[in-house]
């Protein structure tokens, strides 16, 4: 089995503005990802190298960078899932910390777990070495002005204004298939500028966000949380495929029908257990990558497949 590793840098209305640095951070994602599966590393270690890129990246919605609550603070989300034996960590609600999907993935190996919040979070952090960080050194000058957008006009997802500034989408997540055929999947998000405090949406939740199998595939989606969770998406395209559909046609499928039923719009990466890849948005644009025979293989508009030389 040749390993592969798809990422995407998540889905929505993203400006113009914002084109150029998501790109050049998905690649590098993949690029990083890509390098450590060649040298033997697992899927679970892939997954979790790409995110943490796409998480020190002020390009995206993750770790430093992340979008703001209603009283501007950052509560990161993120879950890692292992297709083997369908072990899942996943951690939200978290303020302090530079790379929570490392966290989530040691809750995934070391905790009896799957999901731990805020406080409990942050205890279980501590306890594992990590080191906290200012609250505010997350925050980027963007994040601000997309909070203060949304504080004009108060709707979520409302982009004909102050586009420039909407910054609440790029969440970021990654599949990826090792040499012995394991699937790993994770995702990180900071959620929807001006959501709640408290608001926990798609991206920590298994099968929503995150979904991994060894018998079918693994899927990270983006997009509009409340629907995302709802449709169950990441869990709808592995049962997509589970009854024979491959993985484009899967993610295609089921997110138009989370769009069609909800109304609202998503993204969603796929790989089938063979190395089939699948990338579909209902959204404007949507960020992804992979490498495969020496190729990159990126994009972010609609129908759009770039490709160059990986050296
Ligand atoms: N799905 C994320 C959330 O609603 C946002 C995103 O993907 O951009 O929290």
New binding site residues.
């Given amino acids: 089995m040749d390993p592969i590793v798809l990422v995407h840098g998540?889905?929505?209305d993203i400006p113009d503005s914002r084109v150029a640095g998501k790109l050049r951070g998905s690649k590098m994602a993949a690029a990083r990802a890509h390098r450590l599966l060649q040298a033997g590393g697992s899927a679970l270690e892939a997954v979790e190298a790409a995110v943490v890129v796409m998480e020190e990246d002020e390009s995206f919605?993750a770790g430093y960078g992340s979008v703001l609550n209603l009283r501007g603070e950052v509560e990161m989300?993120a879950s890692i899932m292992r297709g083997s034996d369908l072990a899942v960590g996943a951690v939200t609600l978290v303020k302090d910390f530079k790379h929570p999907i490392s966290i989530a993935h040691r809750v995934l190996t070391d905790s009896p777990h799957s999901l731990l919040g805020a406080e409990g979070a942050k205890i279980f952090a501590l306890e594992k070495g990590f080191k906290t960080v200012p609250p505010e050194s997350l925050i980027s000058q963007n994040a601000r002005d997309a909070l203060n957008k949304f504080l004009e006009h108060r709707e979520f997802g409302r982009t004909e204004i102050g586009a420039e500034h909407e910054g609440?989408?790029?969440?970021v997540g990654a599949v990826a298939i090792d040499s012995t055929g394991s699937i790993a999947v994770a995702t990180s998000?900071g959620?929807?500028s001006g959501k709640a405090v408290g608001r926990i949406?798609?991206?920590p939740q298994i099968g929503s966000?995150t979904y991994a199998d060894d018998g079918v595939g693994g899927v990270s989606?983006?997009?509009?949380?409340?629907s995302?969770l709802k449709y169950c998406l990441a869990h709808s395209i592995v049962k997509l495929m589970e009854g024979g559909l491959d993985a484009g046609t899967a993610t295609k499928t089921a997110v138009n029908g989370m769009t069609k039923r909800l109304n609202n719009t998503a993204g969603a990466i796929t790989l089938s257990k063979s190395g089939q890849v699948g990338v579909h948005f209902s959204s404007k644009r949507m960020s992804w990558a992979y490498i495969r025979d020496g190729k990159y293989y990126y994009g972010i508009e609609q129908g759009e497949v770039l490709s160059e030389k990986f050296e």
Wanted: hydrophobic share 15%.
């Fill in positions: 998540g889905a929505g919605n989300e609440g989408v790029g969440t998000t959620g929807m949406g798609d991206t966000g989606t983006t997009g509009h949380g409340e995302i």
